[in-house]
């Protein structure tokens, strides 16, 4: 499998590179057949192995069920999804397996033909696990500086999706991957839905996504951009809390401020934590039409970083006069 690991190679090098289709034989050789002691991690539907090459570099390669009940159309779509997206925010896809082969298995004591689906993935590997493992209060782990990155990066990849008319649906901290910068990458297209141009929303035959990051009104199963941003508002307040749930901004800002006494930018600092922690709120309206879109969130973000300094009176003032317009835009 020399030329196969070039081809690997390559793309690594290569940020050009399209995604394509890979052989069978190339995942288990890179996999060792895809050994437990190269699992890192898994899941309801698939299992993702690392997958070595021979220059010494790594990928991650992702195994679905291979079960009767494997929906062969979610494998399609996740397919579908990702060979249009190309974004740093966004974990990179290098290529897909779709091997199919009849096999002789016992069925009761009687032999009979059955195909042998496997349907498999690879990324690049994403070193440094994903936001779950990272989620903290304000007293310890990640400083602010790199949560506000985590922040808006994942809303800078989120807005490039619905750009490319992409419906996450299940996004999570533990679909979040961290590189080596500590910057995240969407991961996990396996419920994704692409929208056609000019199309808002599309009703799905079964409710889908995780308890926690899920939008009240899913349980009606009208899929639209909207569903998206109510599960970025509980990333974020995770970011800044530890927690899921609902907090004053008041608390918020003071479990900050013990952790922030001997810095020289607090001011700036809590200026930010306050305008994340607005967007946060808005983005988790019970009303879809109240959230922002990943657009103003980001114009929003920006404006914190335009000066070097200001008070948290400033920040009030400044929300007042912009954030009414923004939670007000409709998709």
């Known amino acids: 499998m020399e030329g196969g690991h070039s081809l690997l190679e390559s793309m690594l090098c290569d940020e050009d590179a399209e995604p394509t289709d890979l052989p069978i034989s ?51 779509q996740e397919v579908r999804c990702l060979m249009r997206v190309k974004h740093r925010n966004i974990v990179r896809f290098l290529g897909y397996c779709a091997n199919t082969q009849g096999k002789m298995l016992d069925f009761g004591g009687r032999f009979v033909m059955a195909d042998v689906r496997e349907r498999l993935l690879c990324f690049e590997f994403v070193p440094n696990g994903t936001l779950k493992d990272y989620i903290t209060d304000a007293s310890s782990g990640l400083e602010w500086r790199k949560r506000y990155q985590i922040i808006k990066g994942i809303c800078e990849g989120l807005h490039y ?20 910068d500590m910057v995240p990458k969407i991961a996990d297209f396996g419920i994704s839905r692409f929208f056609d141009q000019g199309q808002s929303w599309v009703t799905a035959t079964k409710l889908a996504g995780t308890p926690g990051y899920l939008a009240p009104k899913a349980y009606t199963r009208k899929i639209t951009f909207k569903l998206d941003m109510y599960s970025v508002g509980v990333i974020i307040i995770e970011t800044l809390t530890g927690q899921k749930g609902y907090s004053s901004v008041e608390n918020v800002l003071e479990s900050w401020r013990n952790r922030l006494k001997t810095s020289s930018a607090m001011d700036t600092v809590l200026g930010q934590i306050r305008v994340c922690f607005e967007i946060s709120m808005d983005c988790m309206e019970f009303n879809p039409e109240k959230r922002p879109m ?38």
């Open 161 to 180: 999706l619905h750009e490319m008319r992409i419906v996450h649906l299940d996004l999570k901290p533990s679909n979040i991957l961290l590189d080596d």
């Open 26 to 76: 190339l995942l288990k050789s890179i996999t060792n057949d895809f050994a437990d002691a190269q699992q890192i991690g898994c899941g309801g539907f698939a299992v993702v192995y690392k997958g070595l090459l021979e220059n010494g570099a790594v990928v991650a390669v992702k195994k679905l069920s291979n079960s009767i009940s494997m929906d062969e159309n979610r494998y399609i």
């Open 294 to 331: 990943t657009k103003r969130i980001i114009e929003l973000l920006k404006q914190t970083e335009c000066s070097d300094e200001f008070s948290e009176t400033d920040v009030q003032v400044w929300l007042t006069l912009i954030l009414s317009p923004i939670i007000c835009d409709s998709l």
